[in-house]
């Protein structure tokens, strides 16, 4: 986007001291100095033009948004700390839980790169896409966790936590889809309802959400053979092309293809090895019992928790189950406890009792819960992926749930950014100023009101654009949580960048939520909040206009 007309330079960033309440402001006291007000009116006309043009002339020679920043905003977010969504005492967790990728191993960005490619190679060379494909490359910067796929429609989007597309995010192949189309597509609305076109993991005959890490790549490539096929004129089926490359992304898993690459290089893939051990040993030492469920075999297991904690691994933990075939291993009965030996050869005896040290396949978790006992809020588990490993917990068996989340970390530090924090809180005072305006109708109140229309919409635009120039931040759209958002909320008791962020907490911390503001109990924009309560100009005057 050209830089808008409220682009300024930043001043240079003010120190926070902590001497005392009063003094701990990032920002001068707004006052007559900064905002000059004896040539505007103080006495309302029945016409808003004059307050408006005089607001709009003073908003513009005004300071930057830096002086309506709160004073809030010198602590800020900390990318290694836990999020809490509900309120959890670390003491009363005696059982601690854990999935593998994502979870224990953290996996560098190099590794989608290998997906990407060998997906777009098996779709040619073993299903017979055009050759063209392979001059696509992986692009990092494309997608984001938690789109929405339409698959009769080969339209990838973002939705908010109310099943609304968020206009401006949705792409058919590498471009963009104007919201007129989108909207027309849709029967005339922004709204999706998932529930028809979408089951509770996320999977649908219509509407797919993509919700692992593993999914960034073949997102990117589902992208790039659509762009191919359109760009060509080449006729296809979308549920053909869908599932052909999901197929070969799942290839690239089934045949072991990233197992081979993690495990010929860990160094270069697995991140944060030592942090993982030094969590394990923390627990441990604290007399906390640990398990751990995975979907990966035990050979790929074995060999990336040798590297990370060493040889003696398993005596971390109390039960490891390998290829578990979540999350059907939460809710199906029927499948039993195997045990396995040291070359990975399956058992055939009955499982009566899951042993420490032992390694066990499949089974499913009401087995699972019989023979360990480990019932309910004293049992945390922390998993990657919402549905397949959260949602049953929480939901139909009362476990205590962490998610990981390593996007956050890199998100948190875009927020912390002083463009992130004016955009944002200029942002917010234009629509407090619209909100109130609006009464006033006028031929020339109106043209105010839309140039400020523009600007916060042009405000908006950049601000997405600081997360994913295509969809913006996986937790919010322009203003709503997203639908990756609502479902972390109502999945996970905790949230946090990696499992190496409870290092930073006592094994008996307390995590308090933060009071987030209902509707009806927050101010009402944050014109009032940033500059202590009605120091935007006009805005003490205009308090009865609610």
Not at 85 to 105: C, H, K, P, Q
Not at 246 to 275: C, F, N, P, S
Not at 284 to 301: D, W
Request: glycine share 6%.
């Amino acid at each position: 986007h050209a830089r808008p007309a409220y682009a300024y330079s930043s001043p240079a960033p003010r120190s926070c001291s902590n001497s005392s309440p009063s003094s701990r402001r990032c920002h001068p006291t707004l006052s007559s100095s900064v905002f000059p007000f004896s040539s505007c009116p103080l006495s309302f006309p029945a016409s808003g033009a004059p307050i408006l043009g005089c607001l709009r002339v003073r908003l513009r020679l005004a300071p930057p948004p830096v002086d309506l920043l709160p004073p809030e905003v010198c602590s800020l977010l900390n990318p290694a700390a836990i999020y809490a969504n509900n309120e959890i005492s670390l003491r009363d967790v005696e059982v601690y839980g854990f999935d593998y990728d994502y979870t224990l191993a953290q996996y560098s960005d190099t590794l989608h790169p290998e997906i990407f490619n060998a997906a777009r190679d098996i779709l040619v060379e073993h299903y017979k896409y055009p050759e063209g494909i392979r001059k696509y490359d992986y692009n990092p910067s494309f997608a984001i966790r938690g789109l929405h796929y339409d698959i009769q429609k080969s339209l990838l989007m973002k939705i908010d936590a109310f099943h609304y597309v968020q206009l401006g995010t949705a792409y058919r192949g590498l471009q963009p889809v104007p919201d007129e189309e989108v909207i027309e597509l849709y029967g005339g609305t922004q709204h999706i309802p998932l529930y028809q076109m979408s089951g509770f993991y996320g999977k649908g005959p219509s509407i797919k959400q993509f919700m692992d890490i593993f999914s960034l790549p073949e997102m990117a490539l589902l992208s790039c053979v659509v762009d191919h096929f359109l760009g060509h004129g080449l006729e296809f089926d979308q549920a053909h092309l869908y599932k052909d490359v999901t197929d070969a992304i799942r290839d690239v898993h089934v045949k072991g293809l990233m197992y081979q690459w993690i495990e010929r290089d860990m160094e270069k893939y697995i991140l944060r090895g030592d942090e993982t051990f030094a969590v394990l040993s923390r627990l441990v030492a604290h007399g906390k019992q640990l398990f751990l469920i995975t979907n990966s075999p035990f050979s790929f297991v074995d060999k990336g928790m040798r590297h990370m904690v060493g040889p003696d691994w398993r005596q971390l933990f109390d039960v490891v189950i390998v290829q578990a075939d979540k999350p059907s291993f939460f809710t199906d009965r029927r499948k039993p406890f195997r045990k396995l030996d040291e070359k990975g050869s399956l058992h055939w005896d009955r499982i009566t009792r899951l042993e420490k040290g032992k390694i066990y396949r499949q089974g499913n978790l009401f087995d699972f819960l019989r023979l360990t006992e480990w019932r309910g809020p004293r049992v945390l588990y922390f998993g990657d992926h919402l549905y397949s490993d959260l949602a049953d917990l929480m939901l139909r068996h009362g476990w205590r749930t962490g998610a990981i989340i390593p996007e956050l970390e890199r998100e948190i530090r875009i927020i912390n950014t002083e463009q992130y924090m004016h955009s944002l809180t200029w942002q917010q005072a234009l629509t407090g100023l619209l909100e109130r305006m609006q009464t006033y109708q006028d031929a020339e109140s109106r043209q105010v009101l839309a140039a400020w229309v523009k600007e916060r919409q042009e405000l908006r635009c950049v601000t997405k654009a600081l997360f994913n120039a295509q969809f913006g931040s996986i937790f919010r759209t322009f203003h709503n949580p997203t639908y990756f958002s609502r479902r972390l909320v109502r999945f996970s008791d905790l949230y946090m960048a990696s499992l190496s962020c409870l290092l930073n907490y006592r094994v008996d911390f307390t995590f308090y939520p933060r009071r987030t503001p209902l509707q009806h109990e927050a101010p009402l924009w944050m014109d009032q909040l940033c500059t202590g309560c009605m120091k935007t100009p006009f805005l003490g005057d205009m308090a009865h206009i609610r």
